[in-house]
């Protein structure tokens, strides 16, 4: 979960726990501070952009690369593969990936197109070919020469042009050449139903050649950005590894920011992504790795984009041998739980399903195991996945109005109890240690918790904040639309834009489903905040949460709309069917003294010693 989330979720959190202490009246008056959060901005069109600032050297070595092939008279081609969810353009210079095509996804400009599945401009692009391709290895020779095949031309024999279908695979070579008479083949093994692409390097005559017994494979300048808010993007866009049992992210959060780090023995993979998709390669062999680096750098770009670029780097061991061959695969698609949790090998921990306050260990759970099957599940039967939310927040609902009933009731009680706490703020008005007193005996003669309205809710909130990181950042809601003016449930439902950004919120478009989930709201408000001296409260919260609600996607937002919609009918019921809450005293008031209890009574016996030292 990114900063700015963060802090939303935290201002919601505190407004949500405001809101249902107020309702439940205390003798005390509570005050909170809220804080506004910027939210991100849209930019242009997605454009290949400025060259970032990435290394291209290996990061303990400066020697200078040479190009040491058998001939000088090579020429840049191009060998095309396309299977039934890709098509890959690989080069022979550099014998890497120059561009990848996904078929199943399109561009954010075309994200509705429906037009020939063979006009690959619309489709998603992963690779940044105007600064070279990705996918290389790197090595220092005894004789103090640099081999970065990034920079070196591959022969190449065979068609041009493959398509692959059915179940088919189709392997390809890409042969260098050296002047010395070694050489190394980068061979790929494609299948028509995998975004998994086999990879095998094949050193010929290296042995005791290779210094330091070590040589690196590269990704380097990341993977494109390809959606139309760079600045959302760039929120969820990093570099990992997989190493020591656990994921391990480098995230360049800041602007002109280079971060980096080095990890040492087994890494079972290294990946970079963006929001929605990734680049992800794995050692046939974990064990053998020696190590890792990763590297981003997070810049600007134009009037408010911004963009970041990774690098990673694996250490692997040359073992000197005359023929060494060293296996790999290399997933270039989509950041999909299923498609992921197919290839095994932990890759299921790229799925980010936020966090909060280092509470991962509790959502994350909560979100893979039960709240993203039982989303896929109702999208088997309902293809609209609009409709999905719809009935999946009936669902949530359902499974929580346990925990709501409590809450309802409890507040109830205090509203019953409202009418003595009048009276004992009239007669113990100018004492108000007594008055607080007087109150906890109160709640314990008739056994009410004044914080049983807020315990439910907190309760809740591992669910809520589960909710709140897959609906920001599955790739099932990429471009799907629901009715209507909602074109996209990943994205904000815009149906006005204002032409400037309000200050202090950064708000500038108007988002329907906000307004609907705002006005929802105060409705909610209205049937459960019976006290008038929290009129204003009615008001103002809507109006901030509404606010906040505006840059988030729409698939969020409806399903807060629709949890309001359901919360609101809930509460009529309760309110017209529902039984009148009696005050009747419990048999044993003072048998255990609850914490609300025992607070008071120490902040009462604190303030008679403070008086005491002033006499």
């Known amino acids: 979960m990114d900063r700015q989330t963060t802090l939303a979720f935290i201002l919601i959190g505190i407004v949500l726990m405001v809101w249902l202490y107020i309702t439940a009246p205390t003798p005390t008056d509570v005050q909170q501070q809220k804080k506004s959060q910027d939210t991100t901005s849209v930019v242009e069109k997605e454009v290949e952009q400025q060259k970032p600032v990435v290394k291209q050297e290996r990061p303990t070595d400066s020697t200078t690369i040479k190009i040491l092939p058998e001939s000088l008279s090579a020429k840049e081609s191009f060998v095309t593969i396309e299977t039934n969810l890709a098509r890959y353009e690989l080069s022979t210079k550099g014998g890497n990936f120059k ?11 075309a994200s509705h197109s429906k037009g020939d599945e063979e006009d690959f401009s619309k489709h998603v692009q992963l690779i940044n070919y105007s600064k070279g391709g990705s996918y290389d290895f790197a090595l220092v020779t005894e004789d103090g020469v640099a081999l970065n095949s990034s920079e070196l031309f591959f022969n190449y ?31 790929y093994l494609f299948f028509s139903d995998s975004y998994e692409i086999k990879n095998e390097i094949i050193f010929n005559g290296f042995n005791d050649y290779v210094s330091n017994n070590s040589f690196d494979i590269v990704w380097n300048n990341g993977i494109r950005f390809v959606e139309h808010n760079s600045v959302d993007e760039a929120n969820y ?35 970079v992504r963006n929001k929605y998709f990734a680049a992800v390669v794995l050692p046939d062999n974990p064990d053998n790795v020696e190590g890792a680096y990763l590297e981003g750098t997070r810049y600007v770009v134009g009037k408010d984009g911004i963009k970041e670029i990774y690098e990673t780097r694996l250490t ?8 060494e061959t060293h296996k790999f695969s290399v997933y ?11 290839l095994g090998r932990n890759l299921i921990a790229l799925v980010d399903f936020g966090s909060f306050f280092g509470l991962k260990f509790i959502v994350r759970p909560i979100a893979e195991y039960v709240l993203l099957p039982l989303f896929q599940f109702l999208h088997m039967f309902i293809p609209n996945y609009g409709f999905v939310i719809i009935i999946f927040s009936l669902i949530i609902k359902l499974a929580v109005y346990p925990l709501t009933k409590q809450s309802y009731q409890s507040m109830k009680k205090m509203q019953a109890l409202q009418p003595k706490i009048a009276e004992l703020k009239e007669k113990y008005k100018d004492d108000p240690q007594k008055l607080n007193s007087e109150t906890m005996k109160l709640y314990s003669t008739y056994g009410i918790n004044p914080a049983g309205g807020c315990l439910p809710i907190l309760l809740q909130m591992p669910i809520f904040i589960a909710l709140w990181g897959m609906f920001q950042s599955v790739i099932e809601l990429r471009q799907q639309p629901f009715v209507w003016w909602i074109k996209d449930l990943s994205t904000p439902d815009v149906i006005y834009d204002l032409g400037f950004k309000l200050p202090l919120f950064g ?4 988002s329907g489903l906000a307004l609907l989930m705002g006005i929802t709201t105060f409705f909610q408000q209205k049937m459960t905040m019976k006290d008038p ?19 988030f996607p729409s698939g969020l937002n409806l399903y807060y709309f629709m949890f309001n919609v359901f919360s609101i009918a809930q509460q009529y019921y309760i309110n017209k069917v529902g039984k009148d809450v009696e005050l009747v ?28 030292k002033k006499k």
Do not use: C, H
């Open 99 to 109: 561009k990848v095509f996904l078929k199943k996804f399109n561009n954010w400009y």
């Open 157 to 187: 024999t065979g068609n041009y042009n493959y398509k692959i279908k059915d179940k088919d695979s189709l392997l390809v070579d890409f042969t260098l050449n050296l002047k010395n008479g070694k050489s190394i083949v980068k061979r």
């Open 237 to 271: 866009s990093n570099a990992s590894a997989y190493s020591g049992g656990e994921q391990v992210i480098i995230d360049a959060s800041s602007v002109g920011e280079k971060i980096s780090k080095d990890f040492r023995g087994r890494v079972d993979w290294v990946a």
């Open 316 to 323: 692997l061991p040359f073992k000197n041998q005359i023929q």
């Open 332 to 342: 270039i698609g989509p950041v999909d739980y299923k498609q992921l949790e197919t």
């Open 507 to 510: 708000v500038q478009q108007i």
């Open 533 to 551: 001296s929290q009129k204003m409260l009615v008001y103002l919260m809507p109006i901030m949460l509404t606010i906040l609600f505006m840059t």
């Open 585 to 612: 005293p419990v048999a044993n008031p003072n048998k255990k003294k609850g914490f609300m209890a025992r607070l008071m009574e120490a902040a009462e016996q604190q303030a008679k010693q403070q008086q005491k």
